[in-house]
């Protein structure tokens, strides 16, 4: 299936479209594994958001330093891609280009970090994707560790009152990143299950998605009786 034909996929464009606007400046989105939301919020959000404001600085965390520039060698595909030079104007500066960092003609860039470097790092929008690694979920001192990332950049704010920040995950403990945010900071909040447990209903603006009990959120890949 084409990912327009995907109704969860929908709910978040429109989550996206409403932190782009700024309607929301904070932004934590908790989605199973394979569900596209490295894809979709930290690869193509901010490639969409630099082609119509080329001054956006991105900065991208993850838990590893592979995974932080994988992130932002997509980004870069995309935007040298012929495709997005004939859809819009933005265009990488020529002079500072490497795998882990670069910037736009217009003021912008785009810079990769893993967790445990964040140090002297910031920018106007921040995206925390998975910042765990899946197998410390019972490794308190690194969970601390991504904790404390988290609000040193938190503390920063890069951009003053117009700071954004983006974190996309599933959950690995419940004293996790999201945890934290949830209970200690005023976030917008998507959460979706692999399977739900009650009918759920999310505004969509115009309209209403409905994911109703025992559907899967991905019923292409994922069916309730595996």
């Not at 765990?132 to 019972?138: A, F, L, S």
């Not at 917008?188 to 559907?215: M, N, R, V, Y």
Request: hydrophobic share 40%.
């Amino acid at each position: 299936k084409r990912l327009v034909d995907q109704a969860y996929i929908t709910l978040i464009v429109y989550m996206l479209e409403s932190f782009l606007r700024g309607d929301t400046n904070k932004l934590l989105v908790n989605l199973p594994g394979r569900h596209l939301k490295t894809l979709l919020c930290s690869v193509f959000f901010p490639a969409y958001a630099l082609g119509l404001d080329p001054s956006r600085r991105f900065l991208i965390i993850a838990h590893s330093e592979n995974l932080a520039e994988d992130i932002v060698r997509q980004i870069r595909e995309i935007m040298t891609s012929l495709w997005y030079k004939e859809t819009f104007e933005t265009r990488i500066s020529d002079g500072h280009s490497r795998k882990d960092d670069f910037t736009i003609k217009g003021g912008g860039r785009v810079r990769a970090a893993p967790v445990r470097s964040v140090t002297g790092k910031g920018g106007d929008v921040i995206i925390f994707d998975d910042p765990h690694n899946v197998h410390d979920w019972d490794d308190d001192r690194k969970k601390r560790k991504v904790i404390e990332a988290f609000e040193i950049l938190v503390s920063r704010r890069d951009g003053g009152a117009m700071s954004q920040m983006l974190v996309i995950g599933h959950r690995v403990a419940e004293d996790d990143l999201s945890a934290n945010i949830l209970d200690n900071h005023d976030f917008e909040h998507i959460c979706l299950p692999l399977f739900a447990t009650e009918t759920l209903k999310f505004d969509l603006g115009q309209s209403t998605w409905e994911l109703a009990k025992g559907e899967s959120l991905r019923p292409d890949a994922f069916r309730p009786e595996q």
